[in-house]
């Protein structure tokens, strides 16, 4: 299922599509306090049951695009970011760590993020942009949080989990980013960053863009 998968997504971007997603990129000191608590959990009898996120990749995913065709991703990223002039930047902290769906049965490991108002309000932005480029809404409510692993194995969060240091960090953009999965793990790219109440400014465009 794996190679066949692998298969899939090279076939793909040789037909001009690109894995592609929005997010928020995280300030030098979150990713480091975010990162000590995943290597905190790592380090753990049962932390080789997670597949933990390499601290270069954590991300707050805002919307998930899937697979998109290189030719759409100017006019997605101008969407987007005529919906972000009404958005005015704001500051993010790290919240508590927990598991979904369920703690003693997850999927995901993930810190939480405060205030909840202002990403949710974001999200909502992104969203409408997306939609208004001709993608399909996406059908599950947004959940604001910072995956930092995800469980391939029997694995409960441990009651004494560390928690995180807050360190706010200032979210004045967003990015459209770029995913190639590989055995060891994604590496992204980022194509576009989108200043909150501001224009797109282009950084690599996609394989087979303009």
């Known amino acids: 299922m794996v190679a066949r998968s692998a298969r899939a997504e090279r076939a793909q971007k040789s037909a001009g599509a690109v894995r592609s997603f929005f997010a928020v990129e ?3 000191e979150a990713r480091q306090a975010a ?21 270069e990749n954590l991300h707050v995913t805002l919307r998930f695009l899937g697979n ?27 919240d ?3 598991a979904f769906p369920a703690p003693r ?21 992104v969203e409408r942009g997306v939609v208004a ?18 469980v391939r194995g029997r694995y409960a969060l441990p009651s004494d989990a560390p928690a995180p240091a807050p360190c ?8 459209l980013l770029a995913s190639d999965l590989s055995p060891s793990g994604p590496t992204y790219t980022r194509l576009e ?11 690599t465009r996609a394989p087979g863009g303009t």
């Open 26 to 28: 995280l300030g030098s």
């Open 35 to 55: 990162s000590a608590v995943a290597d905190a959990l790592r380090k753990r009898p049962d932390g080789d049951a997670v597949r933990w996120v390499r601290a």
């Open 68 to 94: 998109v065709a290189s030719e759409r991703l100017a006019e997605l990223a101008r969407a987007v970011a005529a919906e972000l002039h009404g958005v005015l930047p704001f500051t993010l902290r790290l």
């Open 96 to 98: 508590a760590l927990h």
């Open 105 to 125: 049965r997850p999927r995901v490991v993930a810190l939480g993020l405060a205030p909840f108002e202002s990403i949710a309000e974001l999200a909502a932005a």
């Open 133 to 150: 480029a001709g993608f399909e809404a996406e059908a599950r409510p947004f959940r604001a949080h910072l995956t930092l692993g995800r």
């Open 168 to 175: 706010p960090f200032e979210v004045g953009e967003i990015a």
């Open 193 to 203: 960053r989108l200043p909150l109440g501001g224009d797109v400014h282009p950084e």
